[in-house]
């Protein structure tokens, strides 16, 4: 799920307007606004702090191995 979609439930589900969120958050209401229009891609710091403000934590988790487009693994060409 994308973290404008955690935000927006929160909003929705908890009643408390943009601009209230947005200085809780630390952020300024056209910056939150612009974010969850996706006219602007935020700074990370910002996505912790609206995330943070939402009652989530941002994380990072490995992710899986990716294959370059183009190309094939060992396993793909031996059965070709």
Partial sequence: M????LICSYLR???ESWNAFA???????????????????????SVEKLLSAAGYELM??????TTPSG??????ASHG
């Avoid at 994308?2 to 979609?5: P, S």
């Avoid at 056209?30 to 996706?38: D, I, N, R, S």
């Avoid at 990072?60 to 191995?65: D, E, W």
């Fill in 2 to 5: 994308r973290y404008t979609n």
């Fill in 13 to 15: 589900e908890s009643g």
């Fill in 23 to 45: 200085c809780r958050a630390g952020v300024s209401r056209a910056a939150l606004y612009k974010t969850l229009k996706g006219k602007q891609n935020p700074r990370i710091d």
């Fill in 60 to 65: 990072a988790v490995p992710a899986p191995p």
């Fill in 71 to 76: 190309s094939s693994t060992s396993e793909e």
